[in-house]
């Protein structure tokens, strides 16, 4: 069974950073697309930022040169570092694989205001 926890979200002001991370459990993030989705409220699911099984990234162009995605193959994790974060960066953000895989985790709140 596939299973993705999400932690790391809270309140931050505008210009700010956060570092999110996401176990997983039932595949491998090293053999697998993973990837960082985010929604925010009143809006349809969003990939946000991808790396692939060869440790290639790719970012949606609202994230690109902000976001950074990573992975720790030992611990089966993965990351994302969000930095000069936006009030248009408020969402819940969710991993998964890409494409998608299962259920979804509950999410993380990120929240950007000042």
């Known amino acids: 069974q596939v299973q993705f926890v999400e932690s790391g979200g809270g309140l931050v002001q505008p210009g700010g950073s956060l570092r999110l991370s996401c176990a997983v459990s039932?595949?491998?993030?090293?053999?697998?697309?993973m990837g960082w989705y985010r929604q925010a409220p009143g809006k349809q699911r969003l990939l946000a930022a991808a790396?692939?099984?060869?440790?290639?990234?790719n970012y949606a162009n609202s994230v690109k040169g902000r976001f950074a995605i990573s992975r720790d193959n030992a611990k089966n994790m993965i990351y994302l570092q969000m930095n000069s974060l936006k009030p248009e960066d408020t969402a819940t953000y969710y991993c998964?694989?890409?494409?998608?895989?299962?259920?979804w985790g509950q999410g993380t709140q990120v929240t950007v205001s000042a």
């Open positions: 998964n694989g890409v494409p998608t895989y299962g259920d």
């Open positions: 039932g595949i491998g993030v090293e053999t697998h697309k």
């Open positions: 790396i692939t099984s060869g440790g290639s990234t």
